[in-house]
């Protein structure tokens, strides 16, 4: 070929870079192609992202424009889902109900009834995303009545299903909503849950419960049934939590700071000047429970000590009796 060796090792070098540089050169301009694309492409919908969802309420309020995201979600709950796409595409209606006020607005009660069916599937967690469900679109006041059906199910739920999620949501959902004098019958069935749900060790569920028995006892038919509840270990345990404040309020630490109580505050109901707290325990010494009477002797004792133990001389100082016209 008239060429030695090393000149045309040469010439293929020269060539392989002259490659090599166009093939780069082609890398970067797809990748330039790529990005500027992307600049232009809005990212896809993505309902299981909180993101997403409010990405959408932004630009829904920024236009003006129904994004018609929750209707599509309503629409695919109608579809034959598996248990756990029920409770995602719930959960995703319930965060769209709140963020786009609008087209949540825009539902009809069909779509109520459509999650009122929810309530009865076989798996826990559908039923809990669709009382949380309800709860979202019980802030619409166009809805409330249709909810209201639902109130007979919700208290049959929370009565009948030991699930602390459920209760929380079904609790929830009933003390956002002003139940109608038809649901009192099925109120005074579930009262035992309800005391059940006091006694249990979730907060959430306790102050729902709460919240719920202290509307009731405003209707003068039910006031009965709820004070004659009988409600197990609930009142040695208030008993406990009696003893533990008065103990706390006696520690030196404590006592070293004047403090200021509100005239409504639970001290002054429990430990004020016009408190009767220790006549009021009396009446539990004779309790038919020993745990209760026991329990019942111990805060009577520790409402014993008088206000100011530095102001003692000795600690064999008899203190100020808190029994008036007890003997």
Known sequence: MGKSIPQYLGQLDIRKSVVSLATGAGAIYLLYKAIKAGIKCKPPLCTNSPICIARLAVERERHGRDSGELRRLL????????????????????RCVYLLEAEASACTTDDIVLLGYMLDDKDNSVKTQALNTL???????????????????????????????????????????PLPDYVHPQLRRVMPALMEILQSDYILAQVQAVRLLSYLAQKNDLLYDILNCQPGSLLYEVLVFAERLSEGRNAPHYRAVKWHYNEQSLHESLFGEESRLADRLLALVIHPEEDVQIQACKVIVSLQYPQDLRSRPSSCQPSRSYFKNTE
């Open 75 to 94: 629409n695919s709950l109608e579809c034959k889902q598996d248990e756990y796409a029920k409770s995602m595409i719930l959960h995703s209606i319930t």
């Open 135 to 177: 709860k979202a679109f019980s802030g619409i006041r166009k809805f409330r009545l249709k909810i209201q059906e639902h109130s007979i199910k919700v208290l049959e739920l929370i009565s009948t299903i030991w699930d602390t999620e459920l209760h929380i949501a079904g609790l929830r959902l009933l003390n956002n909503l």
